[in-house]
Every structure is written in C-alpha cells, then in structure tokens.
C-alpha cells in the first residue's frame, strides 16, 4: 500500500499535536522531535505530520511569513465520532468557521474550524 504524508508548517509543533488529537480523540502523545510530530490514529496511521517552520531548510517550510499557512489546502478528517469530536471542538476554545450542517456533496454532517496555526480544518461524519 502508498500512503500519503500530509505536512503542514506550524509554529509549535507540541501544541499543535495536542490540540489536533484533542479535537480527534486519539491518545496524548508527545511529539518525535521539538520540530516534528505526527498526528496517528489508534491503529499507527499516520493522519497528518506537523513540522516546525524553518527546521530543516525544506523550501516550502520556510516560514509563516514566506507561505500564507493553508491557501489551497483543506484538512479534511472523516470521524465515527461526529457528536463527540464536535464538543471537544466546541471545547477547544477556537469558534467554528462554519457550524454543524449536511454537507450537499457528500450528503453527511460536517463542521469547520481552523487550527491554532490558521488551517482551515473540517470535520465530516463517516455515515450520514
């Protein structure tokens, strides 16, 4: 199997990860590095990795000021879960971009948000 590696830039990697697996429910972890973490689902599938802007010289990591952090990009996470990750987004502190509603295109129940570090993050029910 191939799998995709989304990372994204952010300007703290520990408190990202601990606001990404709050919102999704999965186990408190602590990042591999102070410059990367990765975001796994209970069964190790790595779901996202967050890395430090400017560690490492990778050109498109740069820094926060050198990219706009989510222009083009949509984290969207399909959860079992929908009611539950919907409260502990709601207890997160962050207001919802956008509140619960059915989702025309996919005909399921999702919710928007954006993370500590301005990515535009939706939450989508598995089943309707």
Sequence with gaps: MTRLWTIIGVADVAASLRWYQSLLGLPATPPAHDDFGQICDTDGTVLLCLHAWGAHGHPTLTSAEAATPGNGLLLFFRVDDFDTCLSRARGLGAP????????????????????????????????A
């Design 96 to 127: 919802l971009a956008e509140g619960p509603h059915v989702n025309t295109n996919t005909g399921t129940m999702e919710f928007s948000l954006r993370d500590p570090d301005g990515y535009w993050v939706s939450i989508s029910a598995v089943s």
